[in-house]
């Protein structure tokens, strides 16, 4: 059993920057981040392999996030830049040991969820 701690989440006007943080408690080959807004499917955000060669982003980031990992503290991050509010989500942290190229019905473990407001 993985444990996922999330953090960094919060209220943001638009055009602003939130950092989010995910810890394991184990190391995992492939992490990442989806999120979900109220009425909507949970949907894709990031992820990224354990070596950092494979890298994803869903279609709608077009550049404004990057995600990153750092394996000495079993931990991920996605910086968020030029937020939006249909940005508006609780997003959760998630882990695979096959791909990083996630899917939600292909998801080990998900986090708690951290909930990003994005204000007009």
């Known amino acids: 059993q993985v444990r996922l701690v999330e953090s960094g989440g919060g209220l943001v006007q638009a055009g602003g920057s939130l950092r989010l943080s995910c810890a394991a408690s184990?190391?995992?080959?492939?992490m990442g981040w989806f999120r979900q807004a109220p009425g909507k499917e949970r949907e894709f955000v990031a992820a990224i392999d354990y070596e950092g060669n494979y890298i994803y982003y869903g279609d709608f980031v077009k550049g404004r996030f990057t995600i990153s990992r750092v394996n000495a503290k079993n931990a991920v991050y996605l910086q968020m830049n030029s937020l939006k509010p249909e940005d508006t989500a609780v997003y959760y942290c998630a882990t695979s040991g096959r791909q990083a190229l996630m899917v939600k019905e292909d998801i080990d473990y998900w986090g708690q969820g951290i909930q990003v407001t994005v204000s007009s």
């Open positions: 184990y190391s995992v080959y492939a």
